[in-house]
Structure formats: C-alpha cells, structure tokens
C-alpha cells in the first residue's frame, strides 16, 4: 500500500474514539457475565456501525446509545440469558462507560500536545462518555474539544461529519488529520479533505477499495516522531 503524498503539516488532530483511543476488549466480559457468548461483542459493535451508518445514508440520525441498546435486543433474542433481556442489555451498556485506554494512548497524546498540534476528538458516540474516559485516565486537559456526530447529524465517515469538526473549531479540512483504527473512518477523513494516519496495533492489511492513509503506525506512540519528521 503507498502511502499519499502530504504537502502541508497538520494544526489540529482528530481522534477517533471507540477502539482507536478506547480498549474495547473489556466489553467480551460484559457479555459473558450475563449468559450470552463473550464472542457476540464484535458482532454487536459491527451490527451497531451498520445501522448507524444506514441512518445516515437514508437522511436520517440516531444516537449511538439509542442504536446500541436495540441492536442488543436483536442479537440476545433466543439466548438462554441469566437474567431478563432489559437487564442483559442495561448491564452491557454501561460497560461503554467503564472502559479504559489503550496503553499506547496517554503518552503520546501528551507528546502530540507538547509538540504544539491541537487536539480534539471526534466519535460516533457521546461526547459525555468520551469526556469520562479522559477524566479517569488523566488526559482530559490535553485535549481542546471533545464533539460528538450527535451535533452533526450524520455519523462518520458521511462528508458532514467532518465538515461539522472543521467548522466547530475554526479550522480548514486541510489543517486537520485524523487518527483511526477503522479504515472506513480514513477514507471518509480524506474525502472530505483531512490528512490521515492509520493505526494498525493487529497487523491487518489496509483494504484496497479506501483512500490509503497519509501516515501508518503500529502504535500512537510512533505518531510524534513520524509527524516531527515532516517538520524537518
């Protein structure tokens, strides 16, 4: 995969939320504890992109919250469950507010604010949870703003999405780069005119039909210095 050509260094860093700065991997446990297989996580949070996706592409909006907690119904419909089906999915649920980060996160977020680049977030889910995260981690202040695609209408990777950002806190499209472990979130960044770098923690190949990343990494912790040598 070759990567594009960036002519400009970015002012503002995007971050993805769920799973980029997230560790997600504590939800399995969620679903276990309340009879259904731990397996059934990644399926829910996939199931749960596709609808939001979907609602954006028919016009219409709905809160990840909201989409979460119906999408579970479906999926632990017919479970032999340890409880009822309104409290299975309560108890999964509040496992989005209990995660933590990933441990590449803190420091570089640290090292990316330190270097001078504004730092705000971007998620298809709620700015309050985000905000949470950060406040239990001890990175809260490192960050400018934390938005929420509630207040765009249009989850990512729809052009409004990203467009609501730049318009949020004053900057162009091309000042910006966003920072994502989902290709599907890349290729959306670029089209609507940001730079991207892709993490790739699993070693998975990057997916031929999206726009390739401008930066890839293994790890967060490599984004500094890839981004100090463009500098130089």
Do not use: C
Not at 27 to 54: I, N
Not at 158 to 186: C, K, N, R, T
């Amino acid at each position: 995969m070759k990567e594009k050509l960036v002519s400009t260094n970015p002012l503002v860093i995007v971050f993805d939320v769920n799973e980029t700065l997230s560790d997600m991997s504590p939800m399995a446990g969620h679903f276990a504890e309340v009879g259904a297989p731990a397996t059934l996580g990644k399926l829910w949070f996939a199931a749960l992109l596709r609808d939001g996706f979907a609602l954006t592409a028919a016009g219409d909006n709905g809160t990840f919250a909201e989409i979460g907690a119906e999408v579970l119904r479906g999926l632990l419909a017919g479970i032999d469950l340890n409880r009822d089906v309104g409290q299975a999915v309560e108890h999964i649920m509040s496992g989005m507010a209990s995660l933590g980060l990933h441990s590449d996160v803190p420091d570089a977020v640290r090292g990316l604010r330190q270097a001078g680049y504004r730092l705000i977030t971007l998620t298809n889910g709620s700015a309050t949870v985000a905000e949470k995260l950060f406040e239990r981690s001890g990175i809260r202040g490192e960050f400018e703003a934390l938005l929420s695609v509630e207040n765009a209408q249009a989850w990512k990777p729809a052009p409004a999405s990203y467009g609501y950002a730049a318009q949020a806190i004053g900057a162009a499209p091309s000042e910006m780069l966003l920072i994502a472990v989902h290709p599907w979130d890349i290729h959306g960044a670029a089209k609507a005119g940001l730079q991207t770098a892709w993490i790739n923690r699993v070693g998975a190949p990057y997916p031929g039909y999206f726009t390739p990343p401008d930066h890839t990494v293994n790890g967060l912790t490599e984004l500094p210095a890839v981004l100090a040598d463009r500098k130089t």
